[in-house]
Structure formats: C-alpha cells, structure tokens
C-alpha cells in the first residue's frame, strides 16, 4: 500500500499531562499522553512497501501467514470498515501501523520498547491530528478495517494480541487502516496542485498510512478502505483526492489505478535521497467525475 505519509510529525505541539479514558468515544478527544524521547536506532522503516496490494476481488480465503485465514463478506464474522469509534480502536491501528512500517534489525537491541514508543508517540500524534491541535490538517479520520477475534485467525496470533481492541464487551481485531486528511499538503511529501491555490477553499485531500495486515492481504480490503475514503471525502466536500506510493510498489499502484488515481507528478531523487526511502508517486482522483 502507500507508506506512511510520516508517521511522527516534524513538529509536534506541547501537551498536557493527563491520559485519555480507554473507552472514551471519537469525535471528542480526550487531552492526549504526554511525549516519551525516544532514539529508535535499531528499528528501520521498511521503505514504503507498507502493505503491498490487497487489490483482489472482494472478501475470500488468503493463505498469507502460516494457514488460510477467512475474512467473510457478511454474518457474524464480517469485516467491518468505518471510522474509529473508540480510543482503544485508535491505539489498535496505530499498533497495526508500527507493525507494517517498521521491522526488527537482527541485531536489535531492546528493539519492542523503542517499538511501544513509537506507537505512544504516533498515538499522541494521531490524537492531535484529529482533534484539530495540528497546523494545516482542518479535519482528519482514522478509517479501519476489524473483524471480530475468531478462531479462524488463530494462525495469526501475533496479529490478534498486537492489535487487538474491546469494543462493547466484543474483542476485535484492527486488520487495515487510513487516514483521510483533508489539507493542502502533507509534511515531507508531494504537494498536489489541485484544485488549485486557493488556501481558503481546502476542497483538497490526501490519504496517507495506509495499511493491510500482511497476513489479509490479497483480500479486497485494501480496495473497501479506499472505498470509504472516496465516501467520506464526498461528505466533506473534497474534490481532488491524492495519495503517494512508492515508484517501486507496483502492487499498491495497481490498487490505486482500480480505484481511479491517476498520475500526477514524481518526487525527485535527490528529495527521495536526502529522506531516505524509494521515490514516491502522487497519485490524483477528480472525485467530482469518480462513478459513485
């Protein structure tokens, strides 16, 4: 899929030092955790192949992680794709997020707490993010993808106790994610020129973090979270929808050409140098012509 559109922010604001409630509901955010340094030297980004594809057809049998795992179109076991709606959904996809963009190094170090750090930090962020706290982002959704904890997913038990979440007494699996970010640019990334320089108009919006499980992927999932992006952004008025994929991720292109993205433009090498990752796409969708 796309990769991280920059996990931590460059320039994250102060906060206070209370913590959120576990279970307090989205859209009012409760006063986010307090900041950990962290110094991550042992854990490396896995240069935006981020959840290659799950561009098939919709809901069938993957045999992705060690045994076929189900993810069912409808019954008690469906997946469900929608906007987070509790606060321990949202640290569940951030979790699942970590999970995707970074790996262990062989070697590494004490390499799960400098991983749990990330998530804090990344958490903390997210919250400031959707809560409005961040210069440039006027409003932004964390959308998923869970599915209930089943039996059927026990060949993915890592997956299951990494990202797992309760929801209404029910435990659920966070198994996709994205963000919607209705801005007019993203930090360190591809500014789209659509639909013009208008600051005032903010009709424009990118996706970004955009993740499958590797274990589900090849399910359809990746096509029904874009899907609901395309919805929601409609809802919020945005007329030109973007996202970056690395050059070098065919799969995920595929993924976003099914879903109408086209090509705009391409990051230069020495920008994709300097921060070290492959070259990144942007790709364009007019949602005002995309076929509902």
Known sequence: ???????????????????????????????????????????????????????????????????????????????????????????????????????????????????????????????????????????????????????SLVSAEELCSTCKFVEDGEERVVIGSLDLNQCLWLPDELTGKRPGVNESSHTRAYLSNVCVAKELQRNGLGYALVDKSKKLAREWGITDLYVHVAINNEAAQKLYNKCGFVYESEEPAWKARFLGRPRRLLLWLDLKKDAL
């Open 1 to 151: 899929m796309a990769s991280a559109s920059r996990l931590l922010p460059p320039t994250p604001p102060p906060h206070s030092a209370a913590s959120p409630p576990a279970r307090h509901r989205h859209p009012t955010l409760a006063a986010p955790l307090s900041r950990r340094p962290i110094n991550p030297p042992r854990l490396r980004c896995r240069a935006a192949s981020a959840a290659a594809a799950a561009g098939a057809a919709a809901t069938t049998t993957t045999g992705g992680g060690g045994g076929a795992l189900v993810l069912e179109g409808s019954g008690a076991g469906a997946v469900a794709v929608r906007e987070f709606v509790t606060l321990d959904e949202l640290r569940a996809a951030v979790r699942l997020r970590i999970r995707t963009f970074y790996e262990y190094a062989t070697d590494s170090y004490g390499a799960e707490d400098l991983r749990k750090s990330l998530a804090d930090r990344e958490y903390d962020a997210l919250q400031d993010r959707i809560s409005g706290k961040m210069i440039n982002f006027q409003r932004v959704s964390c959308i998923n993808g869970t599915v209930p904890l089943l039996p």
